[in-house]
């Protein structure tokens, strides 16, 4: 059995980090506000928006002249993984880093370039026999519209350019506190909507002013912005609920090993005392023999 000055330390060194994740959890309650927030209020935006650009995308005569939309043999692929920049978040890495790895067998046969965007995705796929493209690893350091867009624009011009003939981005997708989403979604070239059976239309028309050809070439361009940032927020907002949620546990077993170490400690003190009883019943015991 431990003695005491072994067990007080445990004590002491779990009751720290118990602190520790309690505060921890409190931080990312905080972030989680803020970043859910922002998802919300994007997502309903960037969905209307996706609609219309993939309606107008199928409306086109075989999407030939919108440049985003062209599909061709894959030969040259390019799979974005988001992570985080920071660690203590459950397995919202290791599932992202796993469905890349996935992705990554089941197009073997390809030409594969991975775009890391996070600190933990950039620190894995390093170590990987891959082609890589990190300017843009540290988006998380300022979530904000603007460094997306070049991150955006560049795969995207990537893309036209012909360096990619496939684009997906791996990212988690917030549902709530608890529940994140790895998604696997293909960002180029756009996906058309394939008409239902017996319907040759869309399920929508839109009237195009000013002209169809302006339309595309302005919200086309924007929409696929708005998607790329969309799947950074989602990212974000989940990192800080997997993490919450996972300080929380943390802070909840803590408290269980503090009861079993306390526990552990008061048997322990009762049985030091014990044996001092006994041995001074012995000591008495001794001196009345003599």
Known sequence: MANLKEVKERINSV?????????????????????????????????????ILNNITSGTEGGTDIVYAEERPVSKLLIVPITSDKGLC?????????????????HADKQITVMPVGKKALDFFKKKDFSTHTDYAKLFEDVSFEPVKEAAEFVMDSFVAGKFDNVLLVYNEFKNVATQAVIKEQFLPISKIEPEEGDSKPSQEYLVEPSREYIIEELVPNSLKIQFYKAILDSNASEHGARMTAMSKATDNAAELLKELKLVYNRTRQAAITNEILEIVAGANALEGN
């Not at 309650?29 to 960037?46: C, G, T």
């Not at 890495?93 to 067998?105: P, Q, V, W």
């Open 15 to 51: 009751s720290s980090t118990q602190q520790i994740t309690k505060a921890m959890k409190m931080v990312a309650a905080a972030k989680l506000r803020r970043a859910q927030d922002k998802i919300v209020q994007m997502r309903p935006y960037s969905q209307k928006l996706t609609s």
């Open 90 to 106: 459950g397995a919202f890495n290791s599932n992202i880093l796993k469905a890349t790895m996935a992705l990554t067998e089941e």
